[in-house]
T-cell receptor, first 115, second 114 residues
Framework: EAQVTQNPRYLITVTGKKLTVTCSQNMNHEYMSWYRQDPGLGLRQIYYSMNVEVTDKGDVPEGYKVSRKEKRNFPLILESPSPNQTSLYFC??????????????FGPGTRLLVL | GNSVTQMEGPVTLSEEAFLTINCTYTATGYPSLFWYVQYPGEGLQLLLKATKADDKGSNKGFEATYRKETTSFHLEKGSVQVSDSAVYFCALKGIPNTGNQFYFGTGTSLTVIP
């Protein structure tokens, strides 16, 4: 089954404790992306990647890191989480056609609470 | 820059009522436009899309037409069902030479009552 998986689905942590949220897709998609969803703000893009070893900042990259060492995986790293990073996070992937990107497929989401 | 504005919710309708959710955009050039739907506790799913002016996207009885002259992509359905209750997001993808970023609206919550 074609899917995007995220782990963990729920996470409670404390300020300053490094954490990683994993994202994996089995559709051989080149493009992967991370979003956060907050009430009243909709989805905002954090980082995206057009291919292995290629990453770009989205609208809200501060406080986050990503890496793309393999095509299928795109982990989101919070080196020193703060309470304002409490949010619902979604990973997404998409096929590329030349320089353009097709429709995105979303993971189930990771709900993060930073105390 | 690119942005999407969609109508505030929540929207509550009776079953079989007509639905319109407004979406307007600001973008450079000719972006691609999307409607995504999010059911409770789930990720977003693509509902429909349009990639050029005057295109009409349709799926599951929902429709939206890409109107360049009014920079709009309003979502419509002639007769909603209880199972349509969800949050709907309008989204835009910039043209390739402006980056492949996606921009989402704030979402409109729809509740359909029997």
């Amino acid at each position: 089954e074609a899917q995007v998986t995220q782990n963990p689905r729920y996470l409670i942590t404390v300020t300053g404790k490094k954490l990683t949220v994993t994202c994996s897709q089995n559709m051989n998609h080149e493009y992967m992306s991370w979003y956060r969803q907050d009430p009243g703000l909709g989805l905002r893009q954090i980082y995206y990647s057009m291919n292995v070893e290629v990453t770009d900042k989205g609208d809200v990259p501060e406080g986050y890191k990503v890496s793309r060492k393999e095509k299928r995986n795109f982990p989101l790293i919070l080196e020193s989480p703060s309470p304002n990073q409490t949010s619902l996070y979604f990973c997404a992937s998409s096929q590329r056609r030349g320089v353009s990107v097709e429709t995105q497929y979303f993971g189930p989401g990771t709900r993060l609470l930073v105390l | 820059g690119n942005s999407v504005t969609q109508m505030e919710g929540p929207v509550t309708l009776s079953e079989e009522a007509f639905l319109t959710i407004n979406c307007t955009y600001t973008a450079t050039g000719y972006p691609s436009l999307f409607w995504y739907v999010q059911y409770p506790g789930e990720g977003l799913q693509l509902l429909l899309k349009a990639t050029k002016a005057d295109d009409k996207g349709s799926n599951k009885g929902f429709e939206a037409t890409y109107r360049k002259e009014t920079t709009s992509f309003h979502l419509e359905k002639g007769s909603v069902q209880v199972s349509d209750s969800a949050v709907y997001f309008c989204a835009l993808k910039g043209i390739p030479n402006t980056g492949n970023q996606f921009y989402f609206g704030t979402g409109t919550s729809l509740t359909v009552i029997p």
